[in-house]
């Protein structure tokens, strides 16, 4: 199986499984081109649809309906989920400007200080 996503405007509108016979050639070999024809019989031209994948394999991370697909990095792109993260250009992902803390304990982003704060939990 595979999953494709279709793209508008360089925006993920919609992701499905293809299934193995639909994307394998005669010589048993997957092809991304047969998906995409599978897909356009199924659904119609419009718009473009991309073979994603859930390990990263291809173009860097699975894609997820509201994700951008850069087509210069070949790679899709979750949306931004704060202002002050930078994204990595090696995995396209979002990176908070400090690290994620290295204890056992849970902590969620601030924006407002832009640092990590410690979730308190009741005990």
Not at 42 to 64: C, E, H, M, P, V
Request: charged share 20%; aromatic share 12%; glycine share 6%.
């Amino acid at each position: 199986m595979a999953h494709f996503a279709l793209i508008k405007n360089n925006i993920v509108q919609q992701v499905v499984v293809v299934g193995n016979a639909d994307l394998t050639n005669s010589e048993g070999n997957e092809q991304e081109a047969l998906g995409v024809a599978f897909c356009h019989s199924l659904f119609g031209t419009d718009g473009t649809w991309i073979q994603t994948s859930y390990n990263g394999n291809i173009r860097k991370n699975f894609a997820g309906i509201g994700h951008t697909y850069d087509l210069t990095r070949d790679a899709f792109i979750a949306p931004k989920p704060y202002a002050s993260w930078v994204l990595n250009e090696t995995t396209c992902q979002w990176e908070a400007p400090t690290p994620y803390p290295d204890d056992d304990n849970d902590y969620e982003w601030d924006e407002s200080t832009t640092s990590w704060v410690k979730v308190e939990t009741p005990e």
